[in-house]
T-cell receptor, first 109, second 114 residues
Framework: GENVEQHPSTLSVQEGDSAVIKCTYS??????FPWYKQELGKGPQLIID?????GEKKDQRIAVTLNKTAKHFSLHITETQPEDSAVYFC????????FGAGTILRVKS | ETGVTQTPRHLVMGMTNKKSLKCEQH?????MYWYKQSAKKPLELMFV???????ENNSVPSRFSPECPNSSHLFLHLHTLQPEDSALYLC?????????????FGEGSRLTVL
């Protein structure tokens, strides 16, 4: 089955800097890669997703890149703000959705 | 305001108790899910229901018993739990199960087993 590894587990950045979270997956049949953000006391919420026919997708300060050959995808957050502090989960969907272990992002002001 | 509502938000129970978690979605979705979230671990899928029918049971112990009376409501009945079952239990819904579409999560029920 699918296995998703996510790094780093914790990331601290200064406000205004960029943050990058990386994930690898094992199932070459996976074709959908969402990213979820979980704020304290809340459930995860989809922030961006990418499908296997696209290499990059942007939404304002957030972007996701996908390298199907390397089975690797990344989340990029530019101009980080304190409200970006949260736990971020990547996931990959082969025959079912499998999540990474999460990255705690702390943005220091 | 979330379209997926979970109650109770917090629950403390002894190992011999029987309790239930409730989830309700107001999004018109056809699929509902239970996930277990433990610290520093990936979200663990427990059960999937599609059009009220269970389509996945991810080797969950029988002390967890799901119930889906209709596409809007999902329950997780708990009995004779173990301390290691303490976790945040998240309910989610989506348009259809096993599709490459967005999951909408509730805020979770924090369970503590003494």
């Amino acid at each position: 089955g699918e296995n998703v590894e996510q790094h780093p587990s914790t990331l601290s950045v200064q406000e205004g800097d960029s943050a990058v979270i990386k994930c690898t997956y094992s199932d070459s049949a996976s074709n959908y890669f969402p990213w979820y953000k979980q704020e304290l006391g809340k459930g995860p919420q989809l922030i961006i997703d990418i499908r296997s026919n696209v290499g990059e997708k942007k939404d304002q300060r957030i972007a996701v890149t996908l390298n199907k050959t390397a089975k690797h995808f990344s989340l990029h957050i530019t101009e980080t703000q304190p409200e970006d502090s949260a736990v971020y989960f990547c996931a990959a969907n082969g025959n079912k959705l499998v999540f990474g272990a999460g990255t705690i992002l702390r943005v220091k002001s | 305001e979330t379209g997926v509502t979970q109650t109770p938000r917090h629950l403390v129970m002894g190992m011999t108790n029987k309790k239930s978690l409730k989830c309700e979605q107001h999004l018109g979705h056809n699929a509902m899910y239970w996930y277990k979230q433990s610290a520093k671990k990936p979200l663990e899928l427990m059960f999937v229901y599609n059009f009220k029918e269970q389509t996945e049971n991810n080797s969950v112990p029988s002390r967890f018993s799901p119930e889906c009376p209709n596409s809007s409501h999902l329950f997780l009945h708990l009995h004779t739990l173990q301390p290691e079952d303490s976790a945040l239990y998240l309910c989610a819904s989506s348009s259809y199960a096993a599709g490459a579409g967005e999951l909408f999560f509730g805020e979770g029920s924090r369970l503590t087993v003494l």
